[in-house]
């Protein structure tokens, strides 16, 4: 597939960007955890959330028509903001290489009929200490620009243990020719439009559906700092025994998230 196709008419392919993102830490009593979740909750309102969706927009280059945002009791916040697509001269301006996209200076590009939302889930466990912190984000573009190149940019803006990514193209696109296309861009990995400074910061699985066009990418951070896991204490007020339970209780929690099922 050439790299610049020349269209009959719009190009109708339909990019979809899903990821979670998780933190995980530990909260000693119950009421650390209730402050953790206060934390968590200011931290990611709906205000910040706000922010970090409309950089989205400055990066793939789409006009804001509508903002819905709201917090919610007891906690959790959700935003949703209705995009249309921004003048360009050609679609030889916008990048559709496979490599990271910016953070977060602007990149010209093309789309329509689009959305960017985003959903928060702070949570803790009954009674095992762990607190977990979701937020489900999703990128919806038509048009030339795919979502990807915002992912760099959302990776750097959230902090996160844990991010699974899905990546789908769907619909079909025709030449000048008439001959359909159902993708217009390279695309081998989601990890190739991250930069090599999170890379580097996380164990990485791909599982492709290549001639589907659905790509999906999982990441676990490959810290082990236990002081970054803390919240309202620190190491040096814990024995060995208790840093060795609470890693452990730390880790199980991580990799039943990263694999998606319960470990005994």
Known sequence: MESKLKLHGFNNLTKSLG???????YAQTEAQRQEYIEYIDEQYNADRL???????????????????RQDYEPQ???VTILVSEEEIKSPDEVDQSETPGPIPESVVSHLDKSHICVHTYPEIHPNDGICTFRADIEVSTCGVISPLKALN????????DIVTLDYRVRGFTRDTEG???????EINSIQNFIGDDILDQYDMIDVNVYQENMFHTKMMIKDNDLNNYLFGISTEELSDTQQDEIRDKLRKEMQEIFYARNMA
């Open 76 to 78: 959790g916040a959700s």
């Open 19 to 25: 990821f979670c993102i998780y933190d995980v830490c």
């Open 153 to 160: 940019y959302l990776i750097h803006a959230l902090e996160s």
């Open 179 to 185: 001959n359909k296309h159902y993708i217009d861009h």
């Open 50 to 68: 706000t922010d970090i969706l409309s950089e989205v927009c400055d990066i793939i280059g789409a006009n804001v028509l509508n903002v819905a």
